[in-house]
């Protein structure tokens, strides 16, 4: 993931990389088990080596991935995809595809969620305007939810789950 440089940046351990991203450390020990993360070289003690820019850079786009619910193994195919040839012009096409899937996917989660959020607005609507009922009748008896104008009898779907 992630283009290369001209030349490595500052290299840096596990743990600084972690605390740069935010990241555990099994969790970016887990991106390189996954191929995901590969470290620039290891120190003569043995400890992995980051390029800072590189990997931060790479971390980022994992955790937006992962933001649209993306899992670290289809994040790994693209990775994979665009790894796994020579030339751009054989990786993209795969890449592409795969861009094209998460995008249709994502756009369906928001059609989704903005159905939800048409919900909430009506059932705020609803539940603000029993706030100012001044009767103060049990659920059932209010005259008030069938009245024209308060609530003309449209009971939103998620008040509605909760009445008797």
């Known amino acids: 993931m992630g283009c290369q440089s001209s030349g490595p940046s500052r290299l840096v351990k596990v ?33 992995r080596l980051y390029d800072e820019a590189l990997s931060v850079s790479t971390i980022r786009s994992i955790s937006r991935l992962q933001d649209l619910d993306i899992p670290l ?9 665009w790894r796994g040839t020579t030339a ?6 795969r ?10 996917e994502t756009r369906s989660k928001i059609e989704g969620l903005t159905a939800i959020e048409h919900e909430l607005v009506k059932s705020i609507a609803f539940l ?8 103060r009748p ?8 069938t009245r024209e104008g308060h609530h003309a009898g449209d009971v939103p779907e998620f008040v509605s789950a909760f009445l008797d």
């Open 15 to 47: 743990g600084e990389l972690a605390e740069l991203t935010g990241k555990s450390i099994r969790t970016l020990h887990y991106y390189e088990e996954l191929g995901l993360l590969r470290p620039a070289k290891r120190s003569e003690g043995g400890f």
């Open 73 to 81: 193994n289809r994040i790994r195919e693209m990775a994979e995809a």
């Open 88 to 93: 751009a012009s054989d990786a993209a096409p």
């Open 95 to 104: 890449l592409l595809e795969a861009f094209r899937t998460e995008l249709a």
């Open 128 to 135: 603000e305007a029993c706030t100012t009922c001044s009767d």
């Open 138 to 145: 049990l659920r059932d008896q209010c005259s008030a939810c």
